[in-house]
């Protein structure tokens, strides 16, 4: 049998794994709320940007749905990129 602290050990480098990448569980469908707090924007705000289609979300009857992978792939897309050797001249003021 396994060494149990070095099974311990394996099992946390995989939720560190899965935690890192921020894909706890990809599969998750999420409510408009759920997703609200997931982005940590106004359920308001959520819900018209799944109106315009700017995020990826499902209608079911009247209920918003979100796929958390979906939802975590748009947003790694939407996020800037830092300037990669490039200079940047400030003006004084």
């Known amino acids: 049998m396994d060494n149990p602290f070095e099974q311990i050990s394996n099992r946390l480098d995989r939720i560190e794994s899965l935690l890192s990448r921020g894909i706890a569980e990809p599969d998750k469908t999420l409510t ?25 979300a499902g209608k079911i009857g009247t209920r918003w749905l979100f796929r958390q992978a979906a939802l ?8 800037r990129k830092p300037l990669e ?8 003021a």
């Open 32 to 56: 408009l709320e759920e997703a609200a707090s997931y982005l940590r924007v106004s359920v308001s705000k959520l819900y018209s940007l799944a109106r315009k289609g700017v995020v990826p």
């Open 72 to 79: 975590h792939k748009w947003l790694e897309q939407k996020t």
């Open 85 to 92: 050797g490039k200079v940047v001249k400030l003006k004084k």
